[in-house]
Protein backbone atom coordinates (compact mmCIF):
# COMPACT_ATOMS: atom_id res chain seq x y z
CA UNK A 1 0.00 0.00 0.00
CA UNK A 2 2.83 2.42 0.93
CA UNK A 3 4.58 1.50 -2.97
CA UNK A 4 1.51 2.20 -4.12
CA UNK A 5 1.06 5.33 -2.39
CA UNK A 6 4.59 6.39 -3.26
CA UNK A 7 4.62 5.23 -6.75
CA UNK A 8 0.92 7.65 -7.26
CA UNK A 9 2.87 10.66 -5.91
CA UNK A 10 5.50 10.11 -8.27
CA UNK A 11 3.99 10.15 -11.08
CA UNK A 12 2.03 13.22 -10.05
CA UNK A 13 4.99 15.18 -9.61
CA UNK A 14 5.89 13.89 -12.93
CA UNK A 15 2.53 15.15 -14.45
CA UNK A 16 2.70 18.34 -13.01
CA UNK A 17 6.26 18.75 -14.27
CA UNK A 18 5.66 18.08 -18.23
CA UNK A 19 2.47 20.26 -17.77
CA UNK A 20 4.36 23.19 -16.13
CA UNK A 21 6.93 22.43 -19.08
CA UNK A 22 4.30 22.30 -21.54
CA UNK A 23 2.90 25.79 -20.52
CA UNK A 24 6.48 27.19 -20.92
CA UNK A 25 6.27 26.61 -24.61
CA UNK A 26 2.13 27.52 -25.26
CA UNK A 27 2.29 30.68 -23.44
CA UNK A 28 5.08 32.47 -25.49
CA UNK A 29 2.87 31.52 -28.25
CA UNK A 30 -0.40 32.96 -26.41
CA UNK A 31 1.65 36.01 -26.11
CA UNK A 32 2.57 36.47 -29.61
CA UNK A 33 -1.12 36.54 -30.74
CA UNK A 34 -1.98 39.01 -27.78
CA UNK A 35 0.52 41.24 -29.20
CA UNK A 36 -0.22 40.57 -32.75
CA UNK A 37 -4.13 42.30 -32.27
CA UNK A 38 -2.74 44.61 -29.71
CA UNK A 39 -2.37 48.55 -30.72
CA UNK A 40 1.13 49.80 -30.97
CA UNK A 41 0.57 52.23 -28.59
CA UNK A 42 -0.39 50.26 -25.39
CA UNK A 43 2.23 47.57 -26.31
CA UNK A 44 4.82 50.43 -26.10
CA UNK A 45 2.95 52.08 -23.14
CA UNK A 46 2.37 49.07 -20.53
CA UNK A 47 4.84 46.24 -22.44
CA UNK A 48 3.49 42.80 -23.46
CA UNK A 49 0.33 41.09 -22.18
CA UNK A 50 -1.28 37.87 -22.42
CA UNK A 51 -4.70 40.02 -22.83
CA UNK A 52 -4.58 43.15 -25.18
CA UNK A 53 -5.47 46.52 -23.67
CA UNK A 54 -6.63 47.68 -26.73
CA UNK A 55 -7.83 45.79 -29.50
CA UNK A 56 -6.26 46.62 -32.48
CA UNK A 57 -6.36 45.15 -36.34
CA UNK A 58 -3.60 48.00 -37.87
CA UNK A 59 -0.83 44.97 -38.30
CA UNK A 60 -3.41 42.70 -39.99
CA UNK A 61 -3.99 45.47 -42.07
CA UNK A 62 -1.30 46.24 -43.61
CA UNK A 63 0.31 42.13 -44.31
CA UNK A 64 -2.95 42.03 -45.82
CA UNK A 65 -3.50 45.05 -47.55
CA UNK A 66 -2.84 43.97 -50.66
CA UNK A 67 -4.58 40.14 -50.49
CA UNK A 68 -3.58 39.07 -54.26
CA UNK A 69 0.38 40.25 -53.11
CA UNK A 70 -0.04 37.96 -49.93
CA UNK A 71 -1.99 34.90 -51.86
CA UNK A 72 0.64 34.97 -54.33
CA UNK A 73 3.72 34.51 -51.78
CA UNK A 74 1.42 31.99 -50.20
CA UNK A 75 1.11 30.27 -53.18
CA UNK A 76 5.14 30.18 -54.14
CA UNK A 77 6.33 29.47 -50.91
CA UNK A 78 3.67 25.95 -50.95
CA UNK A 79 5.37 25.29 -54.04
CA UNK A 80 8.63 25.82 -52.79
CA UNK A 81 8.39 23.94 -49.64
CA UNK A 82 6.24 20.84 -50.65
CA UNK A 83 7.20 20.78 -53.86
CA UNK A 84 10.81 20.86 -52.90
CA UNK A 85 10.07 18.54 -50.36
CA UNK A 86 8.48 15.95 -52.15
CA UNK A 87 11.45 16.40 -55.05
CA UNK A 88 13.95 16.24 -52.71
CA UNK A 89 12.79 13.08 -50.71
CA UNK A 90 12.42 11.40 -53.82
CA UNK A 91 16.00 12.13 -55.04
CA UNK A 92 17.54 11.64 -51.21
CA UNK A 93 15.91 7.96 -50.95
CA UNK A 94 16.68 6.35 -54.45
CA UNK A 95 20.26 7.90 -53.78
CA UNK A 96 20.35 6.51 -50.14
CA UNK A 97 18.64 2.97 -51.66
CA UNK A 98 21.53 2.51 -53.83
CA UNK A 99 24.63 3.19 -51.74
CA UNK A 100 22.95 1.20 -49.02
CA UNK A 101 23.00 -1.76 -51.14
CA UNK A 102 26.28 -3.78 -50.49
CA UNK A 103 26.22 -4.83 -54.01
CA UNK A 104 27.08 -1.54 -55.27
CA UNK A 105 30.59 -1.68 -56.28
CA UNK A 106 31.11 2.43 -56.16
CA UNK A 107 29.12 3.06 -52.86
CA UNK A 108 32.22 3.79 -50.67
CA UNK A 109 33.88 6.41 -53.51
CA UNK A 110 30.10 7.82 -53.96
CA UNK A 111 30.03 8.67 -50.19
CA UNK A 112 32.94 9.96 -49.39
CA UNK A 113 32.28 12.40 -52.27
CA UNK A 114 29.12 13.10 -50.85
CA UNK A 115 30.32 13.54 -47.11
CA UNK A 116 32.98 15.45 -49.30
CA UNK A 117 30.58 18.28 -49.81
CA UNK A 118 29.60 18.35 -45.90
CA UNK A 119 32.93 19.70 -45.15
CA UNK A 120 33.59 22.49 -48.15
CA UNK A 121 31.35 24.25 -50.05
CA UNK A 122 32.39 26.60 -52.88
CA UNK A 123 30.53 29.37 -51.74
CA UNK A 124 27.81 31.70 -52.67
CA UNK A 125 30.00 33.39 -55.75
CA UNK A 126 29.89 30.00 -57.79
CA UNK A 127 26.24 29.38 -56.97
CA UNK A 128 25.05 32.50 -58.40
CA UNK A 129 27.51 31.71 -61.47
CA UNK A 130 26.22 28.60 -61.92
CA UNK A 131 22.64 29.22 -61.53
CA UNK A 132 22.09 32.63 -63.44
CA UNK A 133 25.13 31.98 -65.87
CA UNK A 134 25.03 28.25 -67.11
CA UNK A 135 21.43 27.25 -65.19
CA UNK A 136 19.25 30.37 -66.48
CA UNK A 137 16.99 29.29 -63.39
CA UNK A 138 16.94 33.09 -62.13
CA UNK A 139 13.86 34.77 -62.03
CA UNK A 140 11.65 31.21 -61.93
CA UNK A 141 10.23 28.98 -59.80
CA UNK A 142 12.76 26.64 -60.48
CA UNK A 143 14.91 28.44 -58.77
CA UNK A 144 13.20 27.33 -55.21
CA UNK A 145 13.62 23.71 -56.22
CA UNK A 146 16.27 22.04 -58.19
CA UNK A 147 19.40 23.52 -56.52
CA UNK A 148 18.81 22.58 -52.79
CA UNK A 149 17.41 18.91 -54.08
CA UNK A 150 19.18 16.79 -52.03
CA UNK A 151 21.24 17.77 -49.04
CA UNK A 152 24.82 15.44 -48.19
CA UNK A 153 23.91 15.08 -44.46
CA UNK A 154 19.78 13.37 -45.21
CA UNK A 155 21.82 11.00 -47.89
CA UNK A 156 23.97 9.77 -44.62
CA UNK A 157 21.11 9.38 -42.10
CA UNK A 158 18.86 7.79 -44.59
CA UNK A 159 21.52 5.60 -46.14
CA UNK A 160 21.94 4.61 -42.20
CA UNK A 161 18.21 3.64 -41.80
CA UNK A 162 18.16 1.81 -44.53
CA UNK A 163 21.39 -0.33 -43.81
CA UNK A 164 19.30 -1.30 -40.94
CA UNK A 165 16.71 -3.48 -42.57
CA UNK A 166 16.90 -6.98 -43.12
CA UNK A 167 18.41 -8.04 -46.75
CA UNK A 168 16.18 -10.87 -46.61
CA UNK A 169 13.14 -8.45 -47.49
CA UNK A 170 15.31 -7.83 -50.87
CA UNK A 171 16.63 -10.96 -51.95
CA UNK A 172 12.84 -12.58 -51.37
CA UNK A 173 11.64 -9.88 -53.20
CA UNK A 174 14.31 -10.25 -56.38
CA UNK A 175 13.90 -14.15 -56.19
CA UNK A 176 9.85 -13.69 -56.77
CA UNK A 177 10.71 -11.34 -59.65
CA UNK A 178 10.90 -7.69 -58.34
CA UNK A 179 12.74 -5.10 -60.23
CA UNK A 180 15.05 -2.77 -58.28
CA UNK A 181 12.37 0.08 -59.38
CA UNK A 182 9.59 -2.33 -57.55
CA UNK A 183 11.71 -3.15 -54.44
CA UNK A 184 12.19 0.15 -53.82
CA UNK A 185 8.52 1.61 -54.43
CA UNK A 186 6.91 -1.54 -52.87
CA UNK A 187 9.17 -2.49 -49.66
CA UNK A 188 11.68 0.02 -49.08
CA UNK A 189 9.60 3.39 -48.87
CA UNK A 190 6.55 2.01 -47.03
CA UNK A 191 8.87 0.78 -44.30
CA UNK A 192 11.30 4.34 -44.39
CA UNK A 193 7.97 6.20 -43.66
CA UNK A 194 9.16 7.36 -40.26
CA UNK A 195 13.03 8.28 -41.85
CA UNK A 196 10.94 10.35 -44.66
CA UNK A 197 8.73 11.94 -42.50
CA UNK A 198 11.33 12.97 -40.00
CA UNK A 199 13.63 14.08 -42.46
CA UNK A 200 10.72 15.86 -44.36
CA UNK A 201 9.84 17.69 -41.68
CA UNK A 202 12.98 19.49 -41.44
CA UNK A 203 13.10 20.07 -45.20
CA UNK A 204 9.52 21.70 -45.25
CA UNK A 205 10.45 23.91 -41.99
CA UNK A 206 13.75 24.77 -44.19
CA UNK A 207 12.22 25.57 -47.28
CA UNK A 208 9.15 27.33 -45.67
CA UNK A 209 11.60 29.61 -43.96
CA UNK A 210 13.85 30.82 -46.34
CA UNK A 211 13.66 34.28 -47.95
CA UNK A 212 17.60 34.73 -49.07
CA UNK A 213 16.22 33.02 -52.08
CA UNK A 214 14.16 35.75 -53.02
CA UNK A 215 16.19 37.87 -52.26
CA UNK A 216 19.55 36.62 -54.59
CA UNK A 217 17.84 35.98 -57.60
CA UNK A 218 14.06 36.81 -57.63
CA UNK A 219 12.99 40.42 -59.63
CA UNK A 220 9.32 39.53 -60.78
CA UNK A 221 7.68 40.54 -57.62
CA UNK A 222 5.36 37.96 -58.15
CA UNK A 223 7.47 35.55 -57.22
CA UNK A 224 8.56 36.49 -54.31
CA UNK A 225 7.84 33.83 -51.02
CA UNK A 226 6.39 34.84 -48.19
CA UNK A 227 8.75 35.05 -45.73
CA UNK A 228 11.02 37.61 -48.37
CA UNK A 229 7.54 39.42 -49.09
CA UNK A 230 7.02 40.13 -45.00
CA UNK A 231 10.34 41.03 -44.40
CA UNK A 232 9.79 43.74 -47.36
CA UNK A 233 6.66 45.21 -45.58
CA UNK A 234 8.59 45.60 -41.86
CA UNK A 235 11.60 47.35 -43.98
CA UNK A 236 9.21 50.04 -45.90
CA UNK A 237 7.67 50.72 -42.37
CA UNK A 238 10.95 51.24 -40.46
CA UNK A 239 12.33 53.05 -43.50
CA UNK A 240 9.14 55.22 -43.22
CA UNK A 241 8.86 55.67 -39.73
CA UNK A 242 12.85 57.13 -39.81
CA UNK A 243 12.09 59.27 -42.81
CA UNK A 244 9.67 60.83 -40.59
CA UNK A 245 11.57 60.83 -37.44
CA UNK A 246 14.85 62.64 -39.17
CA UNK A 247 14.07 63.97 -42.60
CA UNK A 248 10.51 65.39 -43.39
CA UNK A 249 9.31 68.97 -42.51
CA UNK A 250 8.12 69.13 -39.04
CA UNK A 251 4.75 71.08 -40.45
CA UNK A 252 4.04 68.14 -42.53
CA UNK A 253 0.48 66.62 -41.60
CA UNK A 254 1.84 63.31 -41.58
CA UNK A 255 1.61 60.71 -38.71
CA UNK A 256 3.95 58.17 -40.18
CA UNK A 257 5.09 57.49 -36.24
CA UNK A 258 1.89 55.28 -35.49
CA UNK A 259 2.60 52.98 -37.75
CA UNK A 260 2.73 49.47 -36.28
CA UNK A 261 6.40 47.93 -36.17
CA UNK A 262 6.12 46.07 -32.68
CA UNK A 263 3.04 44.57 -33.12
CA UNK A 264 3.92 44.18 -37.35
CA UNK A 265 6.70 42.00 -36.07
CA UNK A 266 4.18 39.74 -33.90
CA UNK A 267 1.50 39.54 -36.80
CA UNK A 268 4.43 38.52 -38.86
CA UNK A 269 5.24 35.59 -37.14
CA UNK A 270 1.41 34.64 -36.86
CA UNK A 271 1.02 34.60 -40.67
CA UNK A 272 4.26 33.44 -41.40
CA UNK A 273 3.93 29.84 -39.14
CA UNK A 274 0.20 29.81 -39.24
CA UNK A 275 0.07 26.96 -41.98
CA UNK A 276 2.75 25.18 -40.29
CA UNK A 277 1.22 24.15 -37.25
CA UNK A 278 -1.80 22.55 -39.24
CA UNK A 279 0.67 20.61 -40.84
CA UNK A 280 3.09 19.83 -38.36
CA UNK A 281 0.11 16.88 -36.35
CA UNK A 282 0.16 15.13 -39.70
CA UNK A 283 3.92 14.04 -38.99
CA UNK A 284 3.69 13.68 -35.30
CA UNK A 285 2.97 9.89 -35.16
CA UNK A 286 6.37 9.57 -37.37
CA UNK A 287 8.35 12.30 -35.49
CA UNK A 288 8.82 10.53 -32.34
CA UNK A 289 10.20 7.16 -34.14
CA UNK A 290 12.02 8.58 -36.61
CA UNK A 291 14.46 10.74 -34.23
CA UNK A 292 16.44 7.85 -33.63
CA UNK A 293 16.95 7.71 -37.13
CA UNK A 294 20.91 7.15 -37.54
CA UNK A 295 21.44 6.82 -34.19
CA UNK A 296 22.03 3.01 -34.19
CA UNK A 297 23.86 1.62 -36.83
CA UNK A 298 22.49 -1.13 -38.74
Same mark, same amino acid.
Given at each position: M???????????????? @??????????PF???I?????????? @?????????I?????? +?? /????? #???IL?????????????????????????? %???????????????????????????I????L??? !? /???????L??I?????? %?? +????????L?? /? #????????????????R? !????I??????? =? %??????V???????W??S?I?????R? !???????Q??? =????? /???? !????? #?A??D?N? +??????????A? %??V????L??V?????? +?????L??G?V??
Open positions: RKFFTTNIGNKLIHLF @LILFSLAFIILLVAVSFSNEEAV @LQYGFKLIPKWDLTA +YG /LIFGK #PEQYAYLITSVQAVGGMVCGLIVMSTCAY %ALSRRNFKLRRPIVMFIFFTLLFGGGLPSYIITQ !Y /LHINNTIVYLPTLAN %AF +YIIILRTFQG /L #PDALIESAKMDGASEFV !YWKILPLSKPA =L %ATIGLFLLDRWNDFTLYIRDAL !YTLQFLLRIL =LEIDF /LKNA !YTYNL #PDMVL +YKLPSETLRFM %AIAAGPLIFPFFQK +YFSKGTVAKG
